[in-house]
């Protein structure tokens, strides 16, 4: 029997390898770099705008049977299944596969549906996702708009498969869609930062890992390792009612090295996560307990820089100008000298 015939019906069939050591300096360049990493996710369709884009730009969601009536939810299911900072374990057990277990994700009824109950969990027996996913762009004024009156978007829960299977389709205008759910993506995605800041602070504590370095000014930046940089607000004592101003969103600081410039990203700590986030982060992680400047260092980090730019994307509006809240988007430069 031809090779080439049993290689090509058993492509399928056989358990794909599991990841191992890199080989080469792309490899490990490509790994460590949160950037590179989202761009090469599958390119996905955003059915509200007909967006291409690759899918770490769009936000996915799955119908799911509630556990005790069995109508079906609209859920988002990339935020939904992972446990927060179990990305992190994972990778601490050599990118093996992780065992993730289900969130308990409370799903209130939207008020237009009287009698729905309130599902208290996404179970692995009743709580199984099916039919293929749906995409929207991960943009909170987008998925707001659903549940928004006048906003042309109303009715697109009903339409989330799109042009696609027309079986699932039907499930689709009959699913339940949260007026909140704007609200529960981002709760979700700030916590599971939350919870990985956590847990790479332990680390750095109690097993002597280097994955967050704090900074003593700017110009300490410059000697750190190049990852993105956290900024959590300066120490005001004359007056802690005056806003203060921080970098905006999206902000860099370029670093100029031997003739080349690097960008790293600044991330607003509390801008992005929120006041009560913030400061649980700040009472639960010993490295971040104190200081105003951190960076994070190596490949453990860069899920958690992939998610934080991800919130970025996720909070921002085309409508926003850099100074709005009080804070004003600068961009951070440090120049240092050749070592010519």
């Not at 509630?66 to 446990?83: D, I, M, Q």
């Not at 109690?206 to 994955?211: A, C, I, L, T």
């Not at 410059?222 to 999206?250: C, M, N, R, V």
């Not at 080349?260 to 700590?269: D, G, K, L, M, R």
Request: aromatic residues 8%.
């Amino acid at each position: 029997m031809d090779p080439s015939y049993w290689e090509a019906t058993m492509r399928h069939q056989i358990p794909k390898p599991k990841k191992g050591n890199t080989t080469n300096s792309v490899e490990r360049q490509f790994r460590k770099n949160p950037f590179a990493k989202a761009l090469a996710t599958p390119i996905r369709q955003c059915t509200a705008t007909k967006t291409r884009l690759p899918s770490f730009f769009l936000q996915d969601f799955n119908l799911v049977s509630h556990p005790k009536s069995g109508h079906p939810w609209w859920v988002p299911r990339s935020l939904a299944w992972e446990e927060p900072g179990e990305s992190q374990q994972a990778d601490m057990a050599g990118d093996q596969q992780a065992n993730i277990e289900v969130v308990q994700v409370e799903l209130g009824a939207p008020e237009e549906t009287p009698g729905a109950e309130r599902p208290t969990a996404t179970q692995a027996n009743h709580g199984k996702p099916y039919g293929p996913s749906a995409y929207t762009l991960a943009k909170k004024d987008l998925i707001s708009a659903f549940g928004v009156n006048a906003s042309g978007y109303t009715s697109h829960p009903k339409r989330l498969f799109g042009g696609s299977s027309s079986h699932y389709a039907r499930l689709a205008g009959k699913a339940v869609w949260r007026e909140d759910m704007a609200s529960v993506i981002l709760d979700r995605m700030q916590r599971e930062i939350v919870e990985d800041f956590i847990y790479l602070s332990r680390l750095c504590v109690e097993d002597s890992r280097h994955y967050m370095a704090r900074c003593h000014g700017w110009d300490d930046v410059q000697y750190k390792h190049q990852g993105a940089i956290l900024w959590f607000g300066e120490a005001s004592e004359h007056d802690a009612t005056k806003p203060e101003t921080g970098p905006g969103p999206f902000a860099t600081y370029n670093v100029s090295k031997d003739g080349i410039t690097t960008s790293v990203a600044v991330h607003n700590i509390p801008m992005l996560l929120g006041t009560k986030n913030t400061a649980e982060v700040r009472e639960r992680s010993p490295m971040l307990a104190d200081g105003s400047l951190f960076m994070l260092a190596g490949r453990r980090t860069a899920k958690l820089q992939g998610k934080m730019w991800r919130l970025q994307g996720y909070m921002s509006s085309h409508d926003e100008s850099p100074g709005q809240g009080g804070w004003q988007e600068v961009i951070l430069e440090k120049q240092t000298a050749d070592n010519d």
